[in-house]
């Protein structure tokens, strides 16, 4: 219960940590209760966003950000796109739910615009990445089970692959696919089966793919895990094996997907496909919607009851996704990606000039990664002070995820603050001094490629 002196000293520690306040030396009513009541699975920073307008966010204060996180990676068209305004408003005052033991008028024609974007046959609906991801690895046992092996026995083909430094979400199935020990450890056991590949490392790939494997799991660009994308060689053996052994190729792209590389798909890139595709993030632009897309063979061996869900794929967030994937159409989104993406590589390869603590620059379109040699954190936290948004990852990679929408102008202005933001931060541990080191997870990435 919240009681009066619990809440005052909640104040009192608001206070003290110098949180946002709405009003000055008043802290937000809304900090204070989330700092009371949620669970602290988060390091929140200490302001209450409030709305947003294009890329730009703005917090309880006034303050002004510029938005290169796009939530990451969910706001691909920004905040408050017309477009998608009008939809949500249009669709809420029709039905924001009807069941799944129905049709609604957007589910099928979503699924068919999907099919046509990535060369998959079916389609299943989510809520989240997570649960796609968890919905994916129970096709994968269907699909490897034998007519003849009973169900409840432990099929032969069962084990799951998946890479070193991978990130696939928060449920069992796919935390236990998710190679950073601090998401999974805590969790032991978990799924039986799972064995991790060396990243790119084709040899490893070939030693423990076997005939157990009823598929490997990647995301093809790693997101998480810093910006790094799975080579040519590595997706072309993957496949090659996976088709051998009659097994799955899943690429999860919840991150990379749906225009965020300059492709409708990052694997497009390549010349074979995957059995599956996950996708979630961007796709109902901030509402929850996620999708398992498949061929028409694993679909062939799903029958109702197998699978399903309350709320994905509900009236509301479908109608919004068909709108985000036709602006991405109309407004030639994927085009401005890749010209934005390019002028960003281009000024920080500037910046990496000027700054000799920029180690890297890894992109595809507009996902991009600037790996530091030293904490990358202290540069988040001064960016917030100078009204830019960004986030770091695995403690030394910055990651800029900027929303599809952004222009020359909005480059030239994150690059004009990001000099400033690296010129005047104080530089904490360098990468060597740390024993969780951007080094280790460099080199293994390095001796890879
Ligand atoms: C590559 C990838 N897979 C899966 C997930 C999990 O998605 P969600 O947070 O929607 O469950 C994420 C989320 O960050 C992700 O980046």
């Given at each position: 219960m919240k009681t009066p002196s619990k809440k005052k000293s909640v104040v009192r520690l608001a206070r003290k940590a110098k949180l946002a306040s709405a009003r000055p030396g008043k802290p937000d009513a809304a900090l204070i209760d989330a700092e009371q009541f949620l669970l602290p699975t988060y390091k929140r920073q200490p302001v209450v966003m409030t709305h947003g307008r294009g890329a730009y966010v703005f917090d309880s204060t006034g303050k002004k950000y510029l938005d290169f996180l796009g939530r990451i990676a969910v706001n691909a068209l920004g905040h408050a796109h017309p477009r998608i305004i009008k939809v949500i408003r249009r669709e809420a005052a029709r039905a924001i739910h009807l069941s799944n033991l129905y049709h609604n008028a957007y589910q099928g024609p979503l699924a068919c615009k999907l099919a046509g974007w990535s060369g998959m046959d079916r389609i299943f609906f989510s809520n989240s990445g997570t649960e796609a991801i968890d919905g994916a690895m129970k096709l994968a046992r269907l699909f490897g089970r034998k007519s003849e092996e009973a169900p409840g026995t432990v099929a032969k083909k069962y084990r799951f692959l998946a890479l070193e430094n991978s990130f696939h979400g928060r449920t069992f199935g796919a935390v236990s696919v998710t190679a950073t020990e601090k998401y999974r450890l805590p969790f032991?056991?978990?799924?039986?089966g799972i064995e991790f590949v060396r990243f790119n490392d084709v040899a490893d790939l070939e030693a423990k793919f076997?005939?157990?494997?009823?598929a490997i799991l990647l995301e093809t660009v790693q997101g998480e895990g810093g910006i790094y994308p799975v080579s040519e060689e590595f997706w072309n053996r993957a496949r090659a094996l996976a088709t051998q052994r009659g097994a799955l190729l899943i690429a999860d792209e919840i991150q990379c997907g749906l225009g965020r590389t300059g492709r409708y798909f990052a694997y497009q890139k390549f010349s074979s496909k995957p059995d599956i595709v996950l996708i979630a993030k961007p796709l109902a632009a901030g509402l929850p919607l996620g999708a398992i897309l498949t061929t028409g063979a694993v679909a062939a061996r799903v029958s109702p009851g197998m699978h399903g869900t309350t709320f994905g794929g509900g009236p509301l967030a479908c109608a919004t996704a068909l709108e985000f994937l036709q602006t991405i159409e109309d407004e030639k989104l994927l085009e401005n990606i890749r010209v934005r993406g390019t002028e960003l590589r281009e000024g920080l390869a500037k910046l990496a000039a000027k700054f000799n603590f920029v180690r890297e620059i890894r992109s595809e379109g507009l996902m991009i990664g600037v790996e530091l040699s030293v904490e990358g954190a202290p540069f988040v936290s001064e960016a917030m002070q100078r009204g830019l948004l960004i986030n770091c990852t695995h403690d030394f990679t910055l990651r800029f995820l900027p929303p599809f929408i952004i222009t020359r102008a909005q480059v030239r202005e994150f690059l004009r603050l990001l000099e400033l933001v690296f010129a005047t931060t104080p530089q904490q541990a360098s990468a060597s001094d740390s024993g969780t080191s951007a080094d280790s997870n460099r080199v293994a990435h390095a001796t890879a490629r």
């Open positions: 032991a056991p978990l799924i039986p076997d005939d157990s494997v009823c």
